[in-house]
């Protein structure tokens, strides 16, 4: 049984950092190319960034490029989001996923998040 939890989420000021954590199991880990994606009220899902199996290659959506970082700890089932420079359009429950891909292109899509994830984490960044 796969088992995704995310934390760290928490209420930020604009321009603030936060971290996000999330843990894996019941998943081949360091097979699973992992990503974060986000959902805001009344708003699409949104893929925000992915990692592939070796943490050497990451994507990130447009909106969140320069100021996310994603990264992975194989040996923990562990993925990291810390987050910089936050905005108020940041505001969203944020979940780590199983992604299908992890390219420029794919990183666009919502058929990129694949079939697992946890309870998500919100964040929320005031103006």
């Known amino acids: 049984q796969v088992q995704v939890a995310e934390s760290g989420g928490g209420f930020v000021q604009t321009g603030g950092s936060l971290s996000l954590s999330c843990t894996v199991s019941g998943l081949i880990f360091e097979d699973t190319i992992m990503g974060w994606f986000r959902q805001a009220p009344g708003k699409e899902r949104e893929p925000v960034s992915c990692i592939d199996w070796y943490g050497r290659g990451a994507n990130y959506a447009d909106s969140v490029k320069g100021r996310f970082t994603i990264s992975r700890d194989n040996a923990k089932n562990m993925i990291y989001l810390q987050m910089n420079s936050l905005k108020p359009e940041d505001t969203a429950m944020y979940y780590c996923?199983?992604?299908?891909?992890?390219?420029?292109?794919?990183?666009?899509?919502?058929?990129?998040?694949?079939?697992?994830w946890g309870q998500g984490t919100q964040v929320t960044v005031s103006s």
């Open positions: 996923a199983k992604f299908w891909s992890c390219g420029p292109e794919a990183i666009k899509r919502l058929t990129t998040i694949g079939p697992y």
